[in-house]
T-cell receptor
Framework: AQRVTQPEKLLSVFKGAPVELKCNYS??????LFWYVQYSRQRLQLLLR??SRESIKGFTADLNKGETSFHLKKPFAQEEDSAMYYC??????????FGTGTRLTVIP | GAVVSQHPSWVICKSGTSVKIECRSL??????MFWYRQFPKQSLMLMAT?????????EQGVEKDKFLINHASLTLSTLTVTSAHPEDSSFYIC?????????FGPGTRLTVL
């Protein structure tokens, strides 16, 4: 069975500091991983996906199959980055399973 | 980008009544729609997956007779919570997928008194 683990429920960093949100997964097949973000009072939206290998809003995430991780990183956190972040795994059956989420607070 | 709407955004009902929640893809046709449930400060839990014109596939532990899903068209799916009880109070989020990705609705908060 698939599993997505986000070990930190809460994460606070100062503005300008680097930030890393951890995500580990367990899946027997070939994983397709995503990061979703939910800003206050807004709907869930896609931040980035590993197959795109892109940087969105300064965030990047690299899939490490050896460590089964897909950590989200940003070198310099901004106040507007404060939000709830969910790591998600797409299974072969095309179902998206979410981690428990990490609430990021960027302190001015 | 693609927009998914849900109606109502908030509903309060008495225990024992049934509540229907609508999910629409506004500017695209969704090959698949999903229903998630989110408890306070917890993650989204997939309840069921539905394809237009066919029966929904429910996740383990989700009662299909309690949470009725109808996917009548490529732009509309409904979730009916039958004989609702206070423990059904939750945030229900639908999601729709097309060839470009999976998009989420704003959610419906259900409160059962």
């Amino acid at each position: 069975a698939q599993r997505v683990t986000q070990p930190e429920k809460l994460l606070s960093v100062f503005k300008g500091a680097p930030v890393e949100l951890k995500c580990n997964y367990s899946y027997s097949g070939s994983p397709e991983l995503f990061w979703y973000v939910q800003y206050s009072r807004q709907r869930l939206q896609l931040l980035l996906r590993h197959i795109s290998r892109e940087s969105i809003k300064g965030f990047t995430a690299d899939l490490n199959k050896g460590e089964t991780s897909f950590h989200l990183k940003k070198p310099f956190a901004q106040e507007e980055d404060s939000a709830m972040y969910y790591c998600a795994l797409l299974t072969g059956a095309n179902n998206l399973f979410f981690g428990t989420g990490t609430r990021l607070t960027v302190i001015p | 980008g693609a927009v998914v709407s849900q109606h109502p955004s908030w509903v309060i009902c008495k225990s024992g009544t049934s509540v229907k929640i609508e999910c629409r893809s506004l500017d695209f046709q969704a090959t698949t729609m999903f229903w998630y449930r989110q408890f306070p400060k917890q993650s989204l839990m997939l309840m069921a997956t539905s394809n237009e014109g066919s029966k929904a596939t429910y996740e383990q532990g989700v009662e299909k007779d309690k949470f009725l899903i109808n996917h009548a068209s490529l732009t509309l799916s409904t979730l009916t919570v039958t004989s609702a009880h206070p423990e059904d109070s939750s945030f229900y989020i639908c999601s729709a997928r097309d060839g470009l990705g999976q998009f989420f609705g704003p959610g419906t908060r259900l409160t059962v008194l």
